[in-house]
């Protein structure tokens, strides 16, 4: 893939910058796209959220259960 970082850990830039655009926007919320991070899915978020909170001593997290946790979609 020339010209292309294939490996982008966090996710597209473009897709980043164009988040960034739209937090801004839609929702008010200032966020620098090296400061977001796209996942392959809830599992993989919810797994980096626990590293990091683990990290920083976290041991105990509450999560709410999800209409998805119940198969509804």
Do not use: K, Y
């Not at 597209?12 to 796209?38: F, K, N």
């Not at 683990?54 to 105990?60: F, Q």
């Amino acid at each position: 893939m020339s010209g292309t970082n294939f490996l982008q850990l966090h996710g597209s830039l473009a897709l980043r910058a164009e988040l960034s655009s739209w937090l801004a926007r839609s929702r008010g919320v200032l966020a620098a796209p090296d400061r977001i991070i796209v996942t392959g899915g809830v599992t993989w978020a919810l797994s980096l959220l626990a590293r990091v909170l683990r990290d920083r001593g976290r041991d105990t997290v509450a999560v709410e259960r999800s209409e998805s946790a119940r198969g509804v979609p």
